[in-house]
């Protein structure tokens, strides 16, 4: 097969790894990754995997060393790479749900807002995005590179500092108050201007994303079917507003099949009411993809 024939799609190593992984075989792709091997196969023989740190994704995509690959937002503002976003995945599992990079200091600093923090030191893994967001604020401070552990800075190593933070726990363990958001990510599926021009690789890209996102679609929703009297169908469907259930008669023409995909969280409180309403034979059953 000729290189114009190969997709190079570049996958997240770290922390978005596994649950990218999982995502990949909810869209019908089964992703094997080798032990301290960095090139996992898949079973799509037009598509090439690699596994890349997600703060250096964006800019082998802009290179055109690889096609496209999923990063976060984040870190695509940080490298300033001129990339294509195909696509926003955040989704309702770990690493792929809205993260925050939030200005914090230390509880009883003398720090109360952002221009409070002029000419002090503040450090961080995001360099770029950090100088960008002061610049925006009008604030000029000294910005230091943190390796990690970049929550135990302040008071001693650093005034404040910007970090990542999913629910807050890690903040809030380390007595940190946020003065301001610096800015907020999702992971995205993002593509060179080569590849995305290309009329094959942007044709193989929609159809894979069509997928990802069916799968993304369908992660808090499940499937009720039920057999209800027609007698009873009105106060059946009072109790699916806006669900667009299907309607199939039975072979007894009293009776009718009633198909609806809803959220997962109304189940619990929705069947006994079914129940109540008159339906009968209720089945819940798991959904993998939604295509709209």
Same mark, same amino acid.
């Given at each position: 097969?000729? +290189?114009?024939?190969?997709?190079?799609?570049?996958?997240?190593?770290?922390?978005?790894?596994?649950?990218?992984?999982?995502?990949?075989?909810?869209?019908?792709?089964?992703?094997?990754?080798?032990?301290?091997?960095?090139?996992?196969?898949?079973?799509?023989? +037009?598509?090439?995997?690699?596994?890349?740190?997600?703060?250096?994704?964006?800019?082998?995509?802009?290179?055109?060393?690889?096609?496209?690959?999923?990063?976060?937002?984040?870190?695509?503002? +940080?490298?300033?790479?001129?990339?294509?976003?195909?696509?926003?995945?955040?989704?309702?599992?770990?690493?792929?749900?809205?993260?925050?990079?939030?200005?914090?200091?230390?509880?009883?600093?003398?720090?109360?807002?952002?221009?409070?923090?002029?000419?002090?030191?503040?450090?961080?893994?995001?360099?770029?995005?950090?100088?960008?967001?002061?610049?925006?604020?009008?604030?000029?401070?000294?910005?230091?590179?943190?390796?990690?552990?970049?929550?135990?800075?302040?008071?001693?190593?650093?005034?404040?500092?910007?970090?990542?933070? +999913?629910?807050?726990?890690?903040?809030?363990?380390?007595?940190?108050?946020?003065?301001?958001?610096?800015?907020?990510?999702?992971?995205?599926?993002?593509?060179?201007?080569?590849?995305?021009?290309?009329?094959?690789?942007?044709?193989?890209?929609?159809?894979?994303?069509?997928?990802?996102?069916?799968?993304?679609?369908?992660?808090?929703?499940?499937?009720?079917?039920?057999?209800?009297?027609?007698?009873?169908?009105?106060?059946?469907?009072?109790?699916?507003?806006?669900?667009?259930?299907?309607?199939?008669?039975?072979?007894?023409?009293?009776?009718?099949?009633?198909?609806?995909?809803?959220?997962?969280?109304?189940?619990?409180?929705?069947?006994?009411?079914?129940?109540?309403?008159?339906?009968?034979?209720?089945?819940?059953?798991?959904?993998?993809?939604?295509?709209?």
């Amino acid at each position: 097969m000729s +290189e114009d024939r190969k997709l190079r799609l570049a996958l997240p190593k770290g922390s978005l790894q596994e649950t990218t992984l999982s995502l990949f075989a909810r869209a019908g792709y089964d992703i094997r990754v080798k032990s301290r091997s960095y090139y996992p196969t898949i079973n799509d023989s +037009e598509i090439e995997c690699i596994l890349i740190r997600p703060q250096e994704m964006a800019r082998y995509v802009a290179q055109g060393v690889m096609d496209c690959g999923i990063t976060g937002v984040d870190w695509v503002i +940080e490298s300033g790479a001129d990339v294509v976003e195909l696509s926003d995945l955040r989704a309702p599992w770990p690493n792929y749900v809205p993260v925050r990079w939030v200005l914090a200091v230390k509880e009883g600093s003398p720090f109360e807002t952002p221009q409070d923090l002029a000419g002090q030191r503040i450090a961080t893994e995001v360099v770029g995005l950090t100088e960008r967001y002061l610049e925006r604020q009008g604030i000029q401070a000294q910005i230091e590179f943190s390796w990690g552990a970049t929550e135990v800075k302040p008071p001693v190593l650093a005034d404040a500092i910007v970090d990542v933070t +999913e629910t807050g726990s890690s903040l809030r363990a380390n007595n940190l108050k946020v003065l301001d958001v610096v800015q907020e990510s999702t992971p995205r599926f993002i593509a060179s201007h080569e590849a995305a021009s290309n009329d094959w690789k942007r044709s193989k890209m929609d159809r894979l994303l069509m997928l990802i996102n069916g799968a993304i679609a369908a992660a808090t929703r499940v499937g009720l079917s039920m057999n209800v009297p027609r007698s009873q169908l009105d106060a059946v469907l009072e109790l699916l507003p806006g669900a667009s259930p299907t309607i199939s008669t039975l072979s007894d023409p009293d009776w009718v099949d009633v198909f609806v995909i809803i959220e997962e969280e109304r189940v619990r409180e929705l069947i006994p009411a079914l129940s109540a309403a008159g339906a009968q034979v209720i089945v819940e059953t798991p959904v993998n993809k939604i295509i709209d």
